[in-house]
């Protein structure tokens, strides 16, 4: 059999036809030529790419390993117990408070600044003189690049002594629900943490708002004002439906800087390790802050105990991603992409 | 409910630079008329000056008198939103609002006019869609956004957005100018049949879609480029095309020039 197909191929005497291009050689054809420089940033636009997944990889890797240390050994729950003792023997620690007082601020700071971000953005596309606009988008983009410690020294200053008043006022009216009861102390409280956050990102909510309204096709403003349109119902038909995946997005970036942000609260915050019901007493604490707070004391073993804490950070930071990719591709056919 | 347009002596800026002057005209109701003319004579300007969109621009201003019937929409206390209710457009481009279903296009208008119930909605979004020839084609998928239609579909779905709030002047900017040949006899067609019930203007650069659709047609032309857009004449459709008085629009429809 070998041998006669060998035999049969000496003899063959027409010259073997070409084989047809196999699809990867036609497209490689396709490309064209290429040159030196084509191959160099081929090369280095790769290398990128996979530097980038090898970091998260190398990051995620440490911290899982850390963690794994640390939570081994711990005798206490780690999702749901309420302190944060590393050096005792054996060690107890959980995150639960940390959780719980990172998601609040959050969503305090997230209420607060989404709707100003919007409206603002809004005043500056479709309501602002131009002449008005421009110095206004200047200082929002000035008030993104000031230091978070510079945020937490006037939060800590300024800030803080002024929301006596306001608790006072809260506790008068709503104090009743225990959400807003207030026992008098210092506000170094959630609620204060959850404003001071919310101006830090007021200025990206904005900006990215800000682009994206300014985005809405001419056109789609124009069908609704011949419909006989008011200003502000142009804005709900045709400015926010096509916004809305954008604001979702600027919203998002801003979500990620409260949920990081560390010297700001760690300035403002009067921490302790429990889950307060009122969010005008003080106390209570978040990943990045007890990080920030413990991390030059901590032994070995504590530092281990902290990063475990940043990775539950990071898996809820990405939960936060995926769910906000979720809404938005939800109703990805009746997005303004289509259009 | 289809009403006269009145125009006198109108004039329309963008910032300090005059775009048509001292224009005068009148379109008499349930007919088609037809703006024709060079690019940049104004005609879609001085169309956007009849339903108040002119002054949407950055910069634009109108003097002049434009009566409906008897009111001045430039009078004083007019309110260009009431105005706009009145006077329906339909764009160059189709633009539906592209987070809208078919049917929420459609009932867009109705919605800002006030309170309909659910099923007075249903009635009027459904002679809307059949008075635009698109009911056949999207009965079964009112729920689907409106973005996934054809062009042609996309533009009569416009065209039933604005005949649904019952306007008394219905305004097209070269409405077939994006679309293909078979979507634009289904549009002119449509014209045709809109005409028995709205006073209809249409700007187009087609001649002969102008000589199909319109009763009357209107010659606008420019000096020079810089220089203010002019009415040159108005007529009929038929005696513009064939025997028209002024020889520039001779010289603009034989091809001539423009």
């Known amino acids: 059999m070998d041998i006669s197909t060998k035999k049969s191929q000496n003899t063959d005497e027409a010259p073997p036809p070409a084989a047809p291009p196999t699809q990867a050689e036609q497209k490689r054809a396709a490309r064209g030529a290429t040159r030196p420089g084509d191959r160099i940033f081929l090369g280095l636009s790769r290398g990128s790419g996979i530097l980038l997944l090898v970091i998260m990889a190398a990051i995620a890797v440490f911290l899982t390993y850390r963690a794994t240390l640390a939570i081994s050994k711990d005798e206490a ?11 005792l023997i054996p060690p107890k620690f959980g995150i639960a408070v940390l959780a719980f007082g990172t998601v609040v601020s959050s969503i305090i700071a997230m209420a607060i600044a989404v709707p100003i971000a919007v409206a603002i953005a809004l005043f500056l596309t479709h309501y602002a003189p131009r002449r008005l606009s421009g110095p206004i988008a200047y200082v929002i983009d000035l008030l993104a690049a000031v230091p978070s410690i510079v945020y937490g020294l006037w939060g800590a200053l300024i ?5 006596d008043g306001l608790f006072g006022w809260l506790n008068n009216y709503l104090g009743w ?64 439906p096509f916004g809305r995946s954008g604001v979702i997005s600027a919203s998002m970036l801003g979500l990620g800087r409260a949920l990081g942000e560390t010297m700001a609260v760690a300035t403002v ?11 005008l007493n003080p106390g209570g604490g978040t990943f990045a802050q007890n990080i920030a707070s413990k991390f030059n004391e901590a032994t070995e073993f504590g530092r281990d105990a902290l990063i475990a804490s940043g990775l539950v950070l990071f898996v809820i930071t990405l939960l936060v991603n995926g769910a906000a990719r979720a809404i938005i591709a939800r109703r990805k056919e009746y997005s303004g992409a289509n259009a | 409910m289809a009403k006269r347009i009145d125009v006198s002596g109108l004039t329309a800026y963008y910032g300090s630079h005059k775009a048509i002057e001292d224009i005068s005209m009148t379109v008499e109701p349930r007919s088609v008329t037809a703006f024709i003319g060079p690019s940049g004579c104004g005609k879609s300007t001085f169309l956007r000056t009849l339903n108040r969109m002119h002054e949407v621009t950055p910069g634009g201003r109108v003097e002049g008198k434009v009566l409906l019937d008897d009111e001045d929409l430039y009078g004083h206390g007019i309110d260009p939103v009431s105005v706009r209710r009145e006077v329906g457009m339909v764009f160059q481009r189709p633009n539906p609002f592209p987070t809208m279903s078919i049917f929420d296009n459609v009932a867009a208008g109705l919605r800002l006019n006030g309170n309909f119930k659910k ?48 306007p008394k002047v219905l305004l097209m900017d070269e409405p077939c100018s994006a679309l293909d040949p078979i ?26 879609q102008a000589a199909r659709v319109s009763d009357r047609t209107a010659f606008f032309n420019l000096a020079a480029v810089g220089q203010p857009g002019k009415l040159i004449e108005i007529d009929d459709t038929e005696r513009i095309f064939s025997n028209p008085s002024v020889q520039a629009t001779e010289d603009y429809i034989s091809g001539r020039f423009g």
């Open chain 1, 77 to 87: 729950n780690f999702l749901t117990a309420f302190e944060w003792n590393t050096n």
């Open chain 1, 269 to 279: 915050l009067s921490p302790d390790f429990d889950i307060h019901a009122s969010l």
């Open chain 1, 177 to 240: 629900t225990g959400i807003f009861s207030w026992d008098e102390g210092a506000p170094r409280s959630m609620l204060t943490v959850g404003v001071l956050l919310a101006i830090m990102i007021l200025p990206i909510i904005t900006n990215v708002s800000r682009e994206v309204f300014r985005q809405v096709p001419q056109t789609h403003e124009e069908a609704a004002l011949a419909l006989g349109a008011t200003r502000w119902e142009v804005v709900r038909m045709a400015v926010l």
């Open chain 2, 119 to 166: 099923s007075e909605l249903q009635d009027i979004v459904e002679k809307s869609l059949k008075g635009a020839n698109l009911w056949n084609e999207v009965k079964d998928r009112l729920n689907k956004p409106g973005s996934g239609l054809s062009g042609g579909q996309q533009q009569r779905l416009c065209i039933a957005r604005a005949i649904a709030v019952e």
């Open chain 1, 159 to 163: 800030l803080v002594p002024q929301m």
């Open chain 2, 183 to 208: 979507s634009t006899l289904a549009i002119e067609d449509l014209i045709g049949e809109l005409k028995e019930r709205f006073t209809i203007v249409i700007v187009t650069h087609n001649m002969q």
